[in-house]
């Protein structure tokens, strides 16, 4: 296979990970936990989801053709919630990762070396991707972590289960060695 056919592969394999976690993370939540923001400084999960869909509106619409910070986004808006059910952050939520996620899939290999701009600095396609795998992973990772908080002792965990890494790992190892990405495991494990 190769190698920028494996990139994207691997690269949308990951998002959706990550997409799930999240999505795993909120289900466990009673609706108004969406909107806990514990002082000023801190973004409930409904305003973290506002601003993952706004990023990804605005960097993946016309990703090739136009810059990846619109003139029609507000930024600032973002962060602040006017997000009123679970129903509307779902929404928005899905409205950004369909939009994404729908102009990954149309990427071809030979595209991956094409600039484009954000804010006007170039990147190339990979290197776009690649800014998005580190700041969607660190937004969802704060849905998470602020989930679990939230849930206290009544949390699934979306991970290896504290005090459960040896027996993890004796699974793991009593498997023959294969080359596979960790994600289809995972996918399973979590369903």
């Given at each position: 296979m190769e190698a920028t056919t494996s990139y994207l592969e691997s690269v949308k394999k990951?998002?959706?990970?990550?997409?799930?976690?999240?999505?795993?993370?909120?289900?466990?939540?009673?609706?108004?936990?969406?909107?806990?923001?514990?002082?000023?400084?801190?973004?409930?999960?409904?305003?973290?989801?506002?601003?993952?869909?706004?990023?990804?509106?605005?960097?993946?619409?016309?990703?090739?053709?136009?810059?990846?910070?619109?003139?029609?986004?507000?930024?600032?808006?973002?962060?602040?919630?006017?997000?009123?059910?679970?129903?509307?952050?779902?929404?928005?939520?899905?409205e950004g990762w369909n939009c994404f996620l729908g102009t990954l899939e149309t990427l071809q290999p030979e595209q991956l070396s094409e600039i484009i701009y954000i804010r006007n600095e170039g990147h190339t396609v990979i290197e776009a991707i690649n800014r998005q795998l580190a700041h969607y992973p660190y937004h969802i990772g704060q849905i998470v972590f602020y989930a679990k908080q939230l849930k206290k002792d009544e949390w699934n965990s979306l991970s290896i289960p504290k005090n459960k890494s040896n027996t993890y790992n004796d699974a793991k190892f009593a498997q023959e060695k294969s080359i596979k990405n960790f994600t289809e495991e995972e996918f399973r494990r979590l369903k």
């Open positions: 990951q998002f959706l990970y990550y997409k799930m976690l999240g999505e795993k993370a909120m289900e466990q939540l009673e609706a108004e936990q969406l909107f806990v923001a514990v002082n000023d400084d801190t973004n409930s999960i409904a305003v973290i989801v506002k601003h993952l869909s706004g990023n990804m509106l605005s960097r993946w619409t016309d990703f090739l053709t136009t810059d990846g910070e619109k003139e029609t986004r507000n930024r600032d808006a973002e962060f602040e919630n006017d997000l009123a059910t679970k129903e509307q952050v779902l929404n928005s939520w899905n």
